[in-house]
C-alpha cells in the first residue's frame, strides 16, 4: 500500500528542466538516468519538453541560445519602443504646426478687421 502510493507519487512528480538538460548532455549517473527514462515513457509533458530541449543540436551552447532569445527579446522591446516615441514626436509635430497655423489664421483675420475699420 505504501509502496503504492510512494509510486504514484513518483509518477506525478516531473522532471525539472535543468535534470533534463543534464539527461540530454549525459550528466546523469546510470540510476537517475533511469529514473528520467522511466518516467519520460509515462509522461508525455516531459517528453514533449524533452523534445523541444533536444531540437537545439548544438547542445553544449544552451546557455549561450537562452542568452541570444533573451537579447532578441530585448532588442524586439526596444525597437518597438523607440517606433512609439517616433509616433509621440510626429504628433506633436502635427500639433504644433496646427497650432502654429490657427494662430496666423487668427492674426490675419484680426488683421482684416482691423483694416477694414
Ligand atoms: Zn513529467
Known amino acids: 500500500m505504501n509502496d503504492n502510493f510512494r509510486d504514484i507519487?513518483?509518477?506525478?512528480n516531473?522532471?525539472?528542466?535543468?535534470?533534463l538538460l543534464d539527461y540530454l548532455q549525459d550528466n546523469l549517473g546510470p540510476d537517475d538516468r533511469r529514473r528520467v527514462e522511466?518516467?519520460?515513457?509515462?509522461?508525455?509533458f516531459c517528453s514533449d519538453a524533452l523534445e523541444g530541449l533536444s531540437a537545439i543540436t548544438e547542445k553544449e551552447k544552451i546557455p549561450g541560445v537562452i542568452r541570444q532569445m533573451k537579447w532578441n527579446v530585448l532588442q524586439n522591446l526596444r525597437r518597438k519602443n523607440r517606433k512609439k516615441r517616433k509616433l509621440e514626436f510626429y504628433t506633436s509635430l502635427v500639433v504644433i504646426t496646427l497650432v502654429i497655423l490657427f494662430v496666423a489664421?487668427?492674426?490675419?483675420?484680426?488683421y482684416h478687421f482691423v483694416s477694414k475699420r
Open 105 to 110: 489664421l487668427a492674426c490675419f483675420w484680426i
Open 38 to 44: 522511466t518516467h519520460l515513457a509515462d509522461c508525455e
Open 14 to 19: 516531473c522532471i525539472p528542466q535543468q535534470e
Open 9 to 12: 507519487f513518483v509518477e506525478t
